[in-house]
C-alpha cells in the first residue's frame, strides 16, 4: 500500500512569492489534514477535510493561505504572498478509521523564504 | 496553541536502556496517540490508548494513561540506535471533532 505522496520535499522562495504544495492521501482515506511543524515544535493543525469539505479550517491564515481538494481525493495548499514567518515543514496527513483519528503521515514540504 | 506538554524535551541514554517519556494534557480525550518522527520525515503512528484503557504494550512500546491527572508516558524497553527520533504525543480531545492536538516533542537520542 502506497503511503501518503507530497511534493515537493523541499521549497526555497522569496518572501511576497507564491507557493503550493500537493498532496496525494492514502487511497481510501477519506480525511485529510495539513500541518504546519516549526523547527522543534509539534505539528499543528492547519485545515481538515472530509471528502471535499473544509470542516476544520480555523487555524488556517486565510489572508494568505488557501487549500482545496477536488474531488475528494488530492489536495492543494497554497500560500500567496509567502511571508517570512511561514518558513516551517507543511505535513500532509491522511485517516481512514473516523473512530481513532489515526493518522498517516507524508515527508512534509520544507519551505524556507527567503 | 498545543495542548500535549512533553518531559523531558531532550533525552539521550545508551543502548540497551529504557526510556521513558511523559506527556501531560489538559481537557478531556477520547485517545491519546504517540507518534514518532525521524530527522527529515513523516510522523510515524506508533500506539493509540483509549480514555477507558490505563496501560498497553506493542513489542518494545508501553503506554500509560492517568486520566485522574491527565497524563500518560510511553517506556521504550532495551532501546536500540535505531530508535533515534523525536516522539510526540497527540490528544484526540472529546471537544475538538475528531482534531489531535501534538506536543511539542521528546527528542531521544540512542547511542551505540
Known amino acids: 500500500e502506497a503511503g501518503v505522496v507530497q511534493s515537493p520535499r523541499y521549497k526555497i522562495i522569496e518572501k511576497k512569492q507564491p507557493v503550493a504544495f500537493w498532496c496525494n492521501p492514502i487511497s481510501g482515506h477519506n480525511t485529510l489534514y495539513w500541518y504546519r511543524q516549526n523547527l522543534g515544535q509539534g505539528p499543528e493543525l492547519l485545515i481538515r477535510?472530509?471528502?471535499?469539505?473544509?470542516?476544520?479550517d480555523s487555524q488556517l491564515p486565510k489572508d494568505r493561505f488557501s487549500a482545496e481538494r477536488l474531488k475528494g481525493v488530492d489536495s492543494t495548499l497554497k500560500i500567496q504572498p509567502a511571508e517570512l514567518g511561514d518558513s516551517a515543514v507543511y505535513l500532509c496527513?491522511?485517516?481512514?478509521?473516523?473512530?481513532?483519528?489515526?493518522?498517516?503521515f507524508g515527508p512534509g514540504t520544507r519551505l524556507t523564504v527567503t | 496553541s498545543q495542548q500535549g506538554e512533553e518531559d523531558p524535551q531532550a533525552l539521550s541514554i545508551q543502548e540497551g536502556e529504557n526510556a521513558t517519556m511523559n506527556c501531560s494534557y489538559k481537557?478531556?480525550?477520547?485517545?491519546l496517540q504517540w507518534y514518532r518522527q525521524n530527522s527529515g520525515r513523516g510522523l510515524v503512528h506508533l500506539i493509540l490508548i483509549r480514555s477507558n484503557e490505563r496501560e498497553k504494550h506493542s513489542g518494545r512500546l508501553r503506554v500509560t494513561l492517568d486520566t485522574s491527572k491527565k497524563s500518560s508516558s510511553l517506556l521504550i524497553t532495551a532501546s536500540r540506535a535505531a530508535d533515534t527520533a523525536s516522539y510526540f504525543c497527540?490528544?484526540?480531545?472529546?471537544?475538538?471533532?475528531?482534531?489531535?492536538?501534538f506536543g511539542q516533542g521528546t527528542e531521544l537520542s540512542v547511542k551505540p
Open positions: 496527513a491522511s485517516s481512514l478509521d473516523r473512530r481513532t483519528n489515526e493518522q498517516y
Open positions: 481537557t478531556s480525550i477520547n485517545n
Open positions: 497527540a490528544t484526540d480531545a472529546s471537544n475538538q471533532g475528531g482534531k489531535l492536538i
Open positions: 477535510y472530509e471528502n471535499e469539505e473544509a470542516v476544520d
